[in-house]
């Protein structure tokens, strides 16, 4: 699902290489961790409403499974690809690594595009999911999640469909159902929240008053729009959000000088988290192009849409007044991009460290289902918090020790937990 021609399982491969040279990984534990361990392709047909049969390819990666069940999403995308989805699960490892939670990396992907599907079609692509994959997947093997344009509605029929194929009830099959189905609350804010729960970390830590603070956001979906909720209300300026317009076929940024309005523009944006142009601009919006979110004078950049969105073509964009990149979605930098960026001295915090929250709330979702007891939201954010809270600053004190950067010290921990974890069960 790349925009250009950076591969991310390419990416996340070198990213992995180059932590494991610098913790000197024996050659057997390379091997094993810088692929995954199994992958799933297959075919889903769809009948669809006007009578012809449609065929869509699936996927599932489990990247890697010693610390516990393989955990992660399924992406809906009309672009998805097998190497976004390995680089995906591989991702997921070192998450669920990082916030040491007992869960190992996996991700799956159908190339399909929900916005052109009817809800029936929709059902019977999550159905179909389901049934190539119900032998492979599991409470105890791997636990697929929502993400990129999947939703607490999809997750239903998906566990629907695994219930009615093993003749019992398994709510620990999926994570990010809906509440009052097992979902935990929370869920559906936990990946924003835990962005930034992070950043409020790092700004202590930069001695910078979160107040004063301005911000630009790529992505107004599910993790952008709860990270814009909670950051605006300990009192940073979001002046600047970028999505991507279905009917027009571009991404497009609006911009408020003085600061959004977070509930006067949900009111504006679709489930896929498309802001509607005409209505944002009558509301004060200037509409500049999709690209403009990188280029604003804010302390804060949040990418929080797709992978490779920095790149090398437009990182010196970047304005001098950036002090934090902090990275929502999965991927979204290159390597040379990087570069870059830890040459500017820009304090970055990346992907699979500030995305955590997500998956933390899947794993405490797991926990209320095996419990059958689910907690109040409160308890569920402050858990959260704690967690986040906790590996953030793990990662910036061994970044501090180790004057090594944020993203190469958050590897280090993690990688360095799962070789522990396959070694320990003789696997190597
Ligand atoms: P989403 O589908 O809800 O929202 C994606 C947003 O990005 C939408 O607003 C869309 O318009 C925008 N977008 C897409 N292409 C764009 C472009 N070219 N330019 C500008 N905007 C564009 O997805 P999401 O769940 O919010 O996920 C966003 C990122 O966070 C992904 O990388 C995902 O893998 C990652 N992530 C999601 C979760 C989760 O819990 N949902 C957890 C961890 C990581």
């Not at 996996?106 to 595009?113: H, R, T």
């Not at 999947?150 to 009615?164: G, I, Q």
Request: some cysteine; charged content about 25%.
């Amino acid at each position: 699902m790349s925009t250009t021609s950076y591969n991310p399982y390419e990416i996340a491969q070198q990213q992995f290489d180059k932590v494991a040279e610098k913790i000197g990984l024996d050659n057997a534990t390379r091997e094993l961790l810088r692929q995954p361990l199994r992958e799933y392709h297959f075919l889903i047909p769809v009948h669809m409403d006007d009578g012809s049969v449609q065929v869509f390819k699936g996927f599932r990666v489990q990247h890697n499974d010693a610390r516990g069940p393989a955990k992660g999403g399924i992406r809906f995308h009309p672009e998805e690809t097998i190497d976004t989805v390995r680089a995906l699960s591989m991702w997921m490892t070192w998450k669920c690594s990082v916030v040491d939670i007992p869960l190992g990396g996996g991700k799956g992907g159908i190339v399909c595009d929900p916005r052109n599907l009817s809800e029936r079609e929709q059902e019977q692509l999550c159905r179909g999911y389901v049934r190539q994959l119900a032998r492979n997947v599991g409470p105890f093997t791997d636990v697929p999640a929502p993400d990129v344009m999947s939703s607490a509605k999809h997750m239903l029929w998906m566990l629907d469909e695994y219930e009615t194929i093993h003749g019992a009830k398994y709510p620990g099959f999926i994570t990010g159902k809906p509440v009052g189905m097992g979902g935990s609350l929370g869920r559906t804010e936990a990946t924003g929240f835990g962005v930034i729960y992070v950043l409020r970390e790092a700004l202590k830590k930069l001695e910078i008053d979160i107040t004063k603070t301005t911000a630009s956001f790529q992505g107004f979906g599910n993790v952008a729009r709860y990270a814009v909720q909670l950051y605006q209300q300990l009192g940073g300026t979001v002046i600047a959000i970028s999505c991507w317009n279905q009917n027009d076929k571009r991404a497009y940024t609006f911009r408020k000088r003085d600061g959004i309005d977070y509930n006067a523009l949900i009111e504006i944006t679709d489930a896929f988290g498309t802001i509607n142009k005409e209505k944002a601009a009558d509301l004060g919006y200037e509409v500049l192009p999709g690209d403009a979110w990188i280029e604003q004078d804010v302390d804060i950049l949040v990418p929080a849409a797709l992978e490779n969105q920095i790149t090398i073509e437009n990182v010196n964009n970047i304005s001098k007044k950036v002090k934090v990149i902090l990275e929502a979605a999965n991927g979204p930098t290159t390597p040379d991009a990087d570069e870059v960026i830890q040459g500017r001295g820009i304090f970055l915090i990346p992907d699979f460290l500030a995305n955590a929250g997500g998956v933390t709330c899947s794993y405490f979702e797991q926990v209320q289902c095996n419990m059958n007891y689910y907690w109040e939201k409160d308890e569920v954010l402050s858990k959260l918090d704690t967690k986040m809270t906790s590996a953030f600053n793990s990662v910036y004190d061994l970044s501090l020790s180790k004057k090594m950067n944020m993203r190469d010290a958050a590897y280090v921990i993690a990688i360095n937990r799962v070789a522990q974890a396959v070694k320990s069960r003789g696997w190597v």
